[in-house]
């Protein structure tokens, strides 16, 4: 028995064979694979004493099926079969094969009949091809030529046949780029076009960032329109995209492209709001930092065990800084773009260039600006690149049209294919330059991304300063064409197979406490998700780096410990002791105050109006210890998930709303509206209530709920309590249940979350099992997983200290304890008897309210905004009434 237990370096479309004596086995290497050899058939002294390992190359595959071979006679031919080739240079190959179900041993015909048939054959088969000519013309210049590599000599010569002939079979359907718009040429017409106004239009309608900007500052325009670049690029050009397309207001692009390297600095007043807007972390006057020491980097394997990571990819962009970028280039300066990179390829010659830029750059199909390979790729490069998703095509959304990506197409566009297929360079498209590299298997992180940092290198010193170096700024570090990709200009994706953390959490909230990016995969792979690194102007190569690795390697951890049947609150950003990472929460805020401009919460917009109250408070705290710098935290950390309905602040003590008053009030006025009295009313009177819904109406109505929040007064709400005053509201409140529950003489029972500890007489919590079943009739709670929810801290020390109790009315009175605020509870009555809630709920607050008085304790409370809660939202009454309905008409 031989185990393989590692492979490093095998190269794309290979294979292991091993031999042991006369027997062989071969398979795609998987670790761990086992092959079974019989030792002998004699004495085991004879055995061999060695065995051979080759490594085998696949050419080509394709599957022939052998479906109705009974019908057929017992035998299925195919003739002409085209089998694909693996390489993105090789040809396909083509045979004819008959595949024959025997009953018995065929006899043996006359050798003289076998041969015959053979020649006939093969004279069929060549001049239905037309293979002869080919032939002969190749063997006669051959020898005319007599060069020193007769086999490479003829493999070129193949190859221009085949491309002659599949140019002439698609001469007439070759399609004409010149005549579509934005594909020829000319710009797409529009805004900017050479032909049109520049005037700006309405913008009214228009919802991308650009159009955002230019809505606040008209004037903005008319200051920089009639300035240009150095080499020639106008505002106009770069805001054309923008302004031909209107956009969605639920998915905002940012609507400009940069025309070179100098439009960041020359229209600084447009970029320099928009970059802070794409990059909420960036501050201007800190410098990109720059660090790409691979020893720097972490060592952590992702997924070791290799049945977690099964993909992973580092992209990164480039321009070079003495032209145009793509948007707005020449086509004399495209190609010269291609001239270069093609230079710094071979600059180093065959023998010295690094193994990853060993291979071929194939012009895109037709396009005729490189001499070597004029007419680009042939068909079938063309369509081995797409299936291997290394191909880009001509832009066919309105946005890229507008910006000018597809003139001249596809001219001075190409792919650079590495003989390993696991590197490739796309010449031309959004960027002057992107570099690509790949991992399928054995994923490890570290070991591509110095891959990747040898490939840039490589152009980098091949270039020898030509195009007149990368383009690169101090403060905003590699330029692109768009500023949402600036900094280190790269993209690192691991695609994890994590199903049980994704049915767990919200991984994309998860994800984002990590500054991570997250997306499912929609496909045959099943619950796949790609995970790629977040923002990362300001951040250098070996954080960014080492951040992908340490979060995708916690999150295998996490969906390990899931398998194993542990929890896993402990590990989780937000939920252990730590606070969420993110803006500091135990010091004073810091200045500079970060850019609102993209913030759409309540805070955002008092302090977009005020900034002032930002300076004026965010050193202050309340007696309690309460930092102003905690209170704001969500809405700090938000980075756009947040609503104009969202608060975005939270009150850490009920002395928050006083002390930080001049912040509080506005966003209570926003969220609550201008005209608010001098004291909250108050009216219990049940009797003063509506109805129920009757006749065919109450047959819409499913279920009504009503909910009251209440927190402790003395103690510190749940974003800054510590463990024992969380502990402490569990211990006064299931003390006031049991004595409300002994007084109505009903049975009820309180229920620690699953795990708690907190608990004395249950200690570890409820099972787990119940408490999913609670969660799901929405009797139960669960840990909070949006990203302001665990940046406002409510989630600390989970599920310490949180319960539920249940009364003996079936469930339909539930009470939890420290979820959001101190106490919640929620009462649901079947159709629509709103009333009969209102007054079970108020009757349990009341009971509850007298039975803390009689421990020294009672809810928090203020004349003027009514109970104190978490949230500023739910202030005043507190009591938040709901009504489940059925409306498939109006619903639709």
Known sequence: EIKIDQVEGLPAHTYLSIRYGEQRRQAPFRSGETLTFRATDGPVERAPKSYTIDVLRKVGSKQVSLAGITALGGAVKNQALEIPSLEINGAPITVDVTARLLQEAAPAEPEQSKRQQVARKAKEYLDRHSVQPVLNDMFAKLLESQPSDPIAFMVEFLEQQREAAEMAEDADAQRN?????????????????????????????????????????????????????????????????????????????????????????????????????????????????????????????????????????????????????????????????????????????????PAVLRGSYLPLRHSQSFAARAGGMTSHQERRLRGAGMLFTEPDSRLRLAAGFGRDWPDARGVFVSESQGVYLWCNEEDHLRFFARQHTSINLKKLWVEMTEVVGAIDTGAGGAGGGFAWSKQLGYLTSCPSRLGPATRITVSLKVPLLAASVDLPALCASWDLQVSPIVGPMGNVWNVSNGDCLGLSEVDMVNGVIEGCASLVQLEQRLERGEAIHDAMPGL????????????????????????????????????????????????????????????????????????????????????????????????????????????????????????????????????????????????????????????????????????????????????????????????????????????????????????????????????????????????????????????????????????????????????????????????????????????GAGLRCSMEMRLPRLGA
């Open 177 to 353: 780029f010149a005549a579509e718009p934005g594909l020829g040429p000319k710009a797409l017409a529009g805004f900017a076009d050479g032909r049109s106004s520049e005037d700006l239009p309405d913008l009214s309608h228009h919802h991308s960032l650009v159009a955002d900007v230019l809505r606040l500052d008209r004037a903005l325009y008319e200051r920089l329109r009639d300035g240009r670049t150095t080499l020639g690029v106008s505002l106009a050009q770069c805001l054309k995209p923008g302004i031909d397309c209107p956009g969605h207001e639920l998915m905002k692009v940012p609507g400009v492209y940069a025309g070179d390297a100098e439009c960041y600095e020359a229209y600084s007043e447009l970029f320099g709001t928009l970059v802070k807007s794409l990059h909420p972390c960036w501050t201007p006057e800190v410098p990109h930092a720059k660090d790409n020491n691979p020893a720097k980097l972490s060592n952590t394997r992702i997924d070791a065990t290799g049945r977690y990571a099964v993909y992973a990819t580092v992209e990164t962009r480039r321009n070079f800084s003495a032209f145009r970028f793509p948007a707005c280039c020449s086509k004399a300066e495209r190609r010269e773009v291609e001239r270069i990179f093609n230079a710094a390829l071979e600059s180093a010659g065959p023998g010295g260039r």
């Open 576 to 875: 252990g002791k730590e606070a969420a990472p993110g803006f500091p929460a135990d010091r004073p805020a810091p200045l500079p105050m970060q850019d609102f401009t993209a913030r759409r919460s309540a805070l955002a917009a008092v302090l977009r109006e005020r900034p002032s109250i930002y300076s004026k408070l965010r050193k202050k705290a309340t007696a309690s210890g309460v930092r102003f710098s905690a209170c704001i935290k969500p809405g700090m950390d938000d980075r756009g998930q947040l609503t104009e309905r969202c608060a975005g602040v939270v009150a850490g003590d009920e002395a928050c709303y006083e002390t930080f008053r001049e912040l509080f009030d506005p966003v209570i006025r926003l969220l609550h509206g201008d005209n608010l009295p001098a004291a909250q009313p108050r009216n219990l009177d049940a009797s003063k209530l509506g109805a129920e819904l009757a006749g065919p109406s109450a047959a819409l109505a499913l279920a009504s709920w009503v909910e009251v929040r209440r927190n402790l007064r003395g103690l510190r709400l749940s974003p800054c309590c510590n463990t024992e005053e969380r502990r402490e509201v569990e211990r006064l409140l299931t003390k006031a249940m049991l004595s409300v529950a002994a007084g109505r003489e009903c049975n009820t029972r309180y229920m620690p979350l699953s795990a708690s500890i907190s608990f004395a007489p249950q200690p570890g919590g409820g099972g787990a099992t119940e408490d999913q079943a609670l969660r799901t009739e929405g009797f139960s709670f669960g840990a909070p997983t949006t990203a302001a929810q665990l940046s406002a801290g409510i989630g600390r020390e989970w599920p310490d200290a949180r319960g539920v109790w249940l009364s003996a009315e079936g469930q339909d009175a539930v009470i939890w304890c420290n979820e959001e605020d101190h106490l919640r509870i929620r009462v649901r009555r079947i159709g629509s008897d709103v009333k009969s809630a209102f007054e079970r709920a108020t009757q349990l607050v009341q009971q509850l309210q007298a039975a803390l008085e009689e421990l020294g304790s009672g809810f928090a409370e203020d004349t003027r905004l009514g109970y104190i809660t978490v949230d500023p939202s739910n202030l």
